[in-house]
């Protein structure tokens, strides 16, 4: 039996990168997916498309994650299309990047909405249907910045430090419901975004880490499945940061 037969996940920002590769794994699995982004454009048609091959059930929808009453109808729209919720990913996220005494309200303002208000909103939206289940994994991506920090990132690591509080906070509310969290705080990873830099960029940031390489998003995935599946059933309220050693 495959690790999520019969389970329904929600991922957030997936039409592309990390939430992408984290849909391919969990739909490899078995497991029904939903997809959102906040537009439904041919990058997320062709995500979809990979997904159907897997022979599972997928549907994309376009909705603002930073939107709470946007948030709310679709996670109404997802219970009433797969009649459950089993898994959600906390993936959609932006940077504004700059030195705090060079960064806007508006750079500060929109990452922290887009990063971890998302966050609130759809666990709040789905921990009502968890607790009707008495059973859920609810997974947050955060970063190792939202760990140790990182100078010219001071919104980005806020928002992901918020998202560790958060998830912990709510791992300790409903863990009697059956319901777990957990954050993944991927390190210097691999996406279209990291493969922008220069060659010789990249290749410093290498020799930071003790694996000497950057991080795939199939490294996230594998890390995002085991918190999916109940090969995890009793870990709730850990921040596990897949970063090749870089942040020990």
């Not at 500060?108 to 921990?127: E, G, M, P, Q, R």
Request: proline share 2%; glycine share 10%; hydrophobic share 45%.
């Amino acid at each position: 039996m495959k690790l999520l037969e019969g389970k329904v996940a929600l991922i957030t920002g997936a039409a592309r990168g990390i939430g992408k590769a984290l849909a391919l794994r969990f739909a490899a699995e078995g497991a029904d997916i939903a997809i959102t982004d906040l537009v439904y454009n041919d990058a997320m048609a062709e995500t979809i498309n990979e997904i159907a091959a897997f022979g599972t059930r997928v549907k994309g929808y376009a909705s603002d994650a930073s939107d709470f009453a946007a948030t709310e109808a679709v996670v109404a729209e997802i219970v009433k299309d797969f009649g459950r919720i089993d898994v959600l990913v906390n993936n959609a996220g932006i940077t504004r990047d700059g030195l705090m005494m060079r960064m806007t309200e508006a750079q500060w303002d929109s990452v922290i909405t887009v990063n971890l208000k998302s966050t609130f909103n759809f666990i709040h939206a789905v921990t009502p249907v968890m607790m009707r289940q008495r059973s859920g994994s609810i997974i947050s991506m955060s970063s190792v910045v939202g760990v140790h920090g990182n100078a010219g990132q001071c919104n980005y690591a806020a928002s992901k430090a918020g998202m560790i509080g958060l998830t912990k906070s709510i791992a300790q509310e409903i863990g009697s419901r059956g319901i777990r969290a957990n954050i993944i705080a991927p390190g210097f990873i691999l996406t279209d975004m990291t493969l922008q830099l220069p060659e010789e960029v990249r290749a410093e940031w290498a020799k930071r880490i003790p694996l000497r390489r950057g991080g795939t998003p199939d490294d996230i995935a594998g890390v995002a499945l085991f918190l999916a599946s109940d090969l995890s059933s009793y870990v709730s309220g850990q921040v596990i940061q897949v970063d090749g050693g870089m942040a020990m």
